[in-house]
């Protein structure tokens, strides 16, 4: 993937929805449908069975009344028989009537059993009549025949009686039996027609409710499939960068893990390059973030062009690149890539039209080698990033452990120095500088000293630059200032020169961060140091910061009549021209030109050159580093106005300075072999 983000890379991050997350409203869904189709299929069932009742009721009823009927008939025709009987007054005919009662009777028995669980029309009423009339019939017959003989006239007579009211009776209720069918029948539509509304209304309700559900299931669904798309929106967002669509710092650490486990599971190596822009600051914070952005993007294109498919680029923050390059059989591969890199990112960059150079540094660590953890690997690369730097960047370093030593040593430094701070180690030498055309002293500059109570005495050049990389530089430059000021006070009384100066270095980081003209007022107001004998050295780089703050403070020192010198000069790239901006009074030419000032033709030149500029300015000239007779001759020769260095003396404690300060203008071979 050679960093086109165009396939997330799987992470640990918990996923919100799991890869079957549609299952569950598809399932619902069919759930509802099959619910649908169950309801209406029981619905349709019942609705049937009512229709197939409301039509089979009247059969029934009819079927009923039928069979009622078949009964008084029979109860008619043993009237009919008991009348027969009477009249002819036979034993042979009564026998059959009561024959005939047992079969009536037996016919009422079966009938009333048909209808027990659906007497809709009274057969049980018209049995309570008709049975206890048969039996009653049947005894007196039987008593007829069997007591008082068949001839039995009044019997009979009574017999056809209840027989002939038993009929009636039966007749009357069949009657009824019609009107009550009716309104059975009445009822029982009214009670289906009701039914079937209510069913009806249910199913409509039931259609509704399922059309709702199923409505309702496609938001759902539109939902989740929202829900997915955000997540992995975030997801991405998570992993990638979206300024260049890299991989971000968390995405490339896992990578770089699961490389490290490949590592240790096969003989392969591989290796890493942190890249970090040389001028990224300078180009964001002059032409603005858009600016910073756009060189961002067109970066990270750069880098991929110079890179494989299997390599992975990312970008870790600011302007911090990495590259992991996984199966290298060599270093000099990683070392190809690392100037490739370097070359493209050399050239110029068209940002909205304006031409900007950037370049880059890169530090390269090898797996398994130089770590065995991701971290590791990239602070160690990172250690490797800055040594390419130190050494004059757009260059590649790989890492070393002596870098992590250097580190061990720096953080030692640091803690030993705000020990040191705290506990009155630091000390402040003085070093006499001379005006060339008396051989008076102009001024001393402040140098500090650190007396560690085990490594002995150490120089500036060591805890300095630790001392600005960690912002300790900005306690340090206050305390410098204000012991120097302090032990000088007393020296411009005794001094016979007004224009006397002390000069102390403020440098870059102290002069951005820590440095406020309060607090310079405050410490000149508790030491009683004026501030027109006060000179602060700056360095070049400062004034080629862009940004105007810094020539507004300048500007305030100036004011409050402190001069200001720039110090090495020579060694950065300011032009002379560009000194006029400022309220620089002097300049200090860097040592490393007047090393060489007698013997080489072209230091001199340069040296004469800078002199020459410098006055048409109105600047003053310091030498630094006077180390021979030969060289304080010609800088003479050459009308540089001032002097510093061993040839005069070396810098000196307050106890040792305070001599030749006090004689102002001294008998040079009397200080020289004194001190
Ligand atoms: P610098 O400001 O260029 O100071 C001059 C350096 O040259 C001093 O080194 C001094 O001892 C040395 N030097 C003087 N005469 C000669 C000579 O004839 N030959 C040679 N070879 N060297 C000579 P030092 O004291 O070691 O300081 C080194 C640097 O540390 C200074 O360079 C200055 O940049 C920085 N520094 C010293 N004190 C302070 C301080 O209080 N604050 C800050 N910010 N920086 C300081
Ligand atoms: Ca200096
Ligand atoms: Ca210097």
Not at 78 to 89: E, G, H, L, P, S
Not at 472 to 488: F, N, S
Not at 587 to 598: C, E, G, H, T, Y
Request: proline letters at 4%; charged letters at 25%.
């Amino acid at each position: 993937m050679s960093a086109t983000g165009s396939e997330p890379t799987p992470t640990s991050t918990m996923r919100i929805f799991s890869n079957k997350s549609l299952a569950g409203p598809l399932l619902s869904f069919l759930l509802v449908l099959a619910l649908m189709i169950g309801t209406s299929s029981i619905i349709f069932y019942v609705q049937s069975t009512l229709s197939e009742i409301e039509e089979a009721l009247p059969i029934r009823l009819s079927k009923q009344e039928r069979d009622i009927r078949v009964l008084v008939n029979e109860m008619g025709k043993m009237t009919q028989t008991i009348k027969f009987a009477r009249a002819y007054q036979s034993p042979k005919v009564v026998s059959m009537v009561v024959r005939q009662s047992f079969e009536v009777e037996k016919n009422l028995e079966q009938i009333r059993d048909k209808y027990r669980f659906n007497d809709v029309l009274g057969v049980s009423a018209i049995h309570a009549k008709l049975n206890p009339a048969i039996y009653d019939i049947r005894n007196w017959l039987s008593d007829g025949i069997y007591n008082f003989g068949p001839t039995s006239g009044e019997t009979l007579r009574l017999v056809e009686q209840r027989a002939r009211d038993a009929h009636k009776e039966a007749e009357t209720l069949l009657l009824k039996v019609g009107e009550t069918a009716i309104e059975v029948l009445g009822t029982q539509a009214s009670r289906i027609e009701k039914f079937r509304n209510i069913m009806i209304l249910t199913l409509t309700a039931l259609a509704i409710m399922t059309m709702v559900l199923v409505l309702l299931g496609f938001r759902l669904q539109r939902i989740v499939l929202a829900l997915k798309e955000s997540e992995e929106q975030i997801r991405y967002r998570a992993n990638f960068d979206s300024l260049t669509q890299l991989p971000n710092r968390p995405n490339f650490i896992e990578h770089l893990g699961e490389e490290i486990s490949r590592n240790r599971r096969h003989p392969v190596k591989s290796a890493l390059l942190f890249i970090d822009l040389d001028r990224f600051k300078t180009i964001n914070d002059t032409l603005g973030h858009d600016f910073g952005d756009e060189l961002i993007k067109q970066v990270a294109i750069r880098i991929q062009g110079a890179i494989r498919e299997t390599d992975v680029v990312s970008r870790l923050g600011g302007d911090e690149f990495t590259v992991l390059l996984p199966d290298i059989t060599d270093e000099i591969h990683a070392s190809i890539i690392a100037k490739s890199i370097i070359a493209r990112l050399a050239e110029p960059f068209t940002l909205f039209g304006h031409e900007v150079y950037s370049g880059a540094s890169i530090g390269i660590t090898i797996s398994p080698m130089d770590g065995t953890d991701a971290n590791t690997l990239l602070k160690n690369a990172d250690m490797a990033m800055y040594e390419a730097k130190d050494q004059g960047r757009n260059t590649f370093r790989f890492f070393t452990s002596q870098m992590t030593d250097r580190a061990k040593h720096f953080l030692e430094l640091d803690k030993d120095m705000r020990r040191a701070l705290q506990q009155n180690e630091l000390q402040i030498f003085f070093q006499p500088i001379f005006e060339t055309r008396n051989d008076s002293l102009a001024g001393v500059e402040a140098l500090l000293r650190w007396q560690h109570p085990t490594r002995g005495m150490i120089l500036p050049n060591e805890f300095i630059p630790v001392a600005e990389e960690t912002g300790l530089i900005e306690d340090i430059g206050l305390w410098v200032l204000r012991h120097a000021c302090a032990a000088a006070r007393p020296w411009l009384a005794s001094n016979l020169q007004p224009n006397f100066y002390l000069a102390v270095n403020i440098s870059m980081r102290q002069f951005k961060r820590g440095f406020s003209n309060a607090q310079l007022k405050k410490i000149l107001h508790e030491t009683g140091f004026p501030a027109t004998n006060l000179l602060l050295e700056i360095t070049e780089s400062l004034l080629m910061e862009e940004d105007s703050r810094i020539k507004e403070k300048l500007a305030e020192f100036r004011d409050m009549g402190i001069r200001l010198a720039v110090d090495d000069f020579g060694t950065g790239y300011s032009a002379l021209s560009y000194l006029r901006e400022f309220p620089v009074t002097a300049l200090k030419i860097d040592s490393s030109f007047i090393q060489d000032v007698a013997s080489n033709a072209s230091d001199r030149r340069l040296v004469e050159t800078i002199v020459t500029m410098a006055h048409g300015l109105d600047l003053v000239t310091v030498a630094e580093g006077v180390e021979t007779p030969e060289q304080d001759a010609l800088l003479k020769e050459l009308r540089c106005n001032m002097v510093q260095g061993n040839y005069y003396s070396r810098p000196r404690s307050i106890d040792d300075i305070k001599h030749i300060v006090s004689r102002g203008t001294p008998k040079l071979k009397a200080v020289r072999t004194r001190y």
